[in-house]
C-alpha cells in the first residue's frame, strides 16, 4: 500500500525518486532554480537537470552533491548518485 494515500498501489522507484525530487524543488525555486528528474540509470544513478538559477551556479556542485544527492541517499538508500546532465 502507498504511504501517500493508501490506495494499495505500489510504488514504483521512480515515482519514489519524483516524490523527493518534489520535496526539494521549492527550496531551489526559492533561489530562482529548478531541477527535473530527466531518468534512473540500471544501476540507480539518479539523471537530473539543473534549471533556471541553477544552471551554470558556481555553487550548483554542492547543492547536487550536498543537497539533492544527499536527500535522496537518505530518502532511498538504493540510490547509487546524483548527477547533472545538460
Not at 69 to 79: S, T
Amino acid at each position: 500500500m502507498c504511504d501517500a494515500c493508501g490506495c494499495g498501489s505500489e510504488k514504483t522507484f521512480q515515482d519514489k525518486v519524483e516524490e523527493v525530487i518534489q520535496s526539494i524543488r521549492p527550496m531551489l525555486q526559492n533561489d530562482g532554480g529548478d531541477i527535473a528528474l530527466v531518468g534512473i540509470d540500471e544501476d540507480n544513478t539518479v539523471r537530473v537537470k539543473l534549471q533556471g538559477a541553477c544552471k551554470g551556479c558556481p555553487g550548483a556542485a554542492m547543492t547536487l552533491k550536498n543537497g539533492v544527492e544527499r536527500l535522496l541517499k537518505e530518502r532511498l538508500p538504493e540510490v547509487k548518485e546524483v548527477v547533472a546532465v545538460d
